[in-house]
């Protein structure tokens, strides 16, 4: 049981990777290394256990020893159903974890201080739950949720919901900024030539 305050991650992988060409965005290689294990290394300090959301056969990410969960809902719903993944599998094993921290598998520069600023910005406002921004923008993926949410997500995601700032208006999200210099810890990877750009940044 997680009784410290820390959430459960679910990495978002279940999308389609169409600009990256389809296949696995999170298996491709950056800097001599999957996508995936410079995800990992960032959030795993921060939480008590991950969760991977990807479609398909699991055994292509047998190496990582993850548990994959697949999305909830057919046709690829979207992220939101990820997230909804990562609810329910939380609350199955991890009891005591009232949050579940979402983050896609391709921002590769994730901050090491994402859920304590997650964490800060909700309490400070009030609202349930909280997502970054930088560069004035939001990033609705990478956010903090109640796991209590996840029936009244559930309903949503049947009704025919889809976009996660809609949803997230209707119950209250917080904002958590942060600096993008030397660069945006929120780059994400959605070409082949933002994967290049992402090995510059760590080569530099």
């Known amino acids: 049981m997680a009784e410290d305050g820390r959430p459960v991650a679910v990495l978002l992988a279940g999308g389609l990777a169409r600009r990256m060409g389809g296949g696995d965005k999170p298996l491709r290689l950056l800097h001599g290394r999957p996508l995936l ?26 190496p990582w020893g993850l548990p994959v969960v697949a999305d909830p809902l057919p046709d690829f719903p979207g992220p939101l159903a990820g997230v909804l993944a990562g609810m329910r599998w939380a609350r199955a094993q991890y009891p005591g974890a009232r ?7 391709d921002t590769p520069f994730l901050p090491a201080d994402l859920v304590t600023r997650l964490q800060a910005a909700r309490v400070a406002s009030g609202q ?8 004035g923008r939001t990033h609705p993926v990478v956010a903090l949720w109640p796991v209590a949410l996840a029936d009244a997500l559930e309903a949503s995601l ?7 700032d809609a949803w997230t208006a209707q119950h209250g999200v917080a904002e958590a900024a942060f600096d993008d210099a030397p660069y945006d810890p929120f780059f994400n990877v959605n070409r ?5 750009e992402a090995d510059r940044l760590l080569g530099s």
């Open 192 to 196: 082949p030539e933002e994967l290049e």
């Open 37 to 62: 294990d410079h995800v990992i290394d960032r959030i795993t300090p921060q939480v008590c256990a991950v969760v991977l959301n990807a479609n398909g056969d699991p055994e292509r990410f047998r």
């Open 128 to 135: 349930p739950i909280a997502c970054a921004a930088s560069a």
């Open 99 to 105: 949050d579940v921290l979402s983050v896609p598998t």
């Open 158 to 164: 049947l009704a025919g919901m889809r976009r996660i």
